[in-house]
């Protein structure tokens, strides 16, 4: 059975730093597209950043330059590193495995940004 689960949410102020991580088990990430996934109360959720199975990297307009995804094949993790948060990125961070039709989530980690 698949499962992910993520960890390294919290409280930060505004232009801090997280490293948010995604564990997988029960299958192995390469063969997944993985992505961070946010919502934030009262809006939809929207994809943050994605990772093909061949490493190729995309961003949402409002976290390019600040974010970065990135995996560790071993350890089999997904990473979200965000600098320079602001108030507006506090939300509930899930991670996706998707292939094909298959898809899976995570129960999310919780980003609060507030001075």
């Known amino acids: 059975q698949v499962q992910l689960v993520e960890s390294g949410g919290g409280l930060v102020r505004p232009g801090g730093s997280l490293r948010l991580s995604c564990v997988a088990s029960?299958?192995?990430?390469?063969?997944?597209?993985m992505g961070w996934f946010r919502q934030a109360p009262g809006k939809q959720r929207e994809l943050v950043a994605s990772?093909?199975?061949?490493?190729?990297?995309k961003y949402s307009d409002s976290v390019r330059g600040r974010f970065t995804i990135s995996k560790d094949i071993p350890k089999n993790t997904v990473y979200l590193q965000m600098s320079s948060l602001k108030f507006e990125d506090t939300a509930v961070y899930s991670c996706?495995?998707?292939?094909?039709?298959?898809?899976?989530w995570g129960q999310g980690t919780r980003v609060t940004v507030s001075s």
């Open positions: 990772i093909t199975r061949t490493n190729s990297t």
């Open positions: 996706n495995a998707s292939c094909l039709s298959a898809n899976h």
């Open positions: 029960g299958t192995l990430i390469y063969i997944w597209d």
